[in-house]
């Protein structure tokens, strides 16, 4: 049983930066950012694989996932935040068959208790 604690999250105005962290017991080869707000969809930020990380077009540009403590903290530094990134982040962690498929949230196993980013104009 791997087990995620998420931290870094908190109140900025428009245009401010957070780093999010998601510290893991053991290492995944999987590991992923996933926001969620009240009566939506569960969405994918940023996943890592090792090889490579892929992002949400919303995450492009402003925000880098990043992995470090040997690979098992996961971080997402978020950069020119909009309050349309006001949401409860998520990490995950697992093992995909298809890591090409990270930002999709039905494949991970470990989920985290999330972390509130809130955004103010």
């Known amino acids: 049983q791997v087990q995620l604690v998420e931290s870094g999250g908190g109140s900025v105005q428009a245009g401010g930066s957070l780093t999010l962290s998601c510290s893991a017991s053991?290492?995944?080869?999987?590991m992923a950012w996933f926001r969620q707000a009240p009566g939506k969809e569960r969405e994918g930020v940023a996943a890592?694989?090792?090889?490579?990380?892929l992002y949400a077009d919303s995450a492009k540009g402003r925000f880098t996932a990043y992995r470090g403590n040997a690979g098992k903290t996961l971080y997402l530094e978020m950069n020119n935040l909009k309050p349309e990134d006001t949401d409860m982040y998520y990490c995950?962690?697992?093992?995909?068959?298809?890591?090409?498929?990270?930002?999709?949230?039905?494949?991970?196993?470990?989920w985290g208790q999330g972390t509130q980013v809130t955004v103010s104009s």
């Open positions: 995950a962690a697992g093992f995909l068959i298809n890591p090409r498929l990270g930002l999709f949230p039905g494949g991970y196993k470990y």
């Open positions: 053991e290492y995944t080869y999987n």
């Open positions: 890592d694989y090792g090889e490579d990380t």
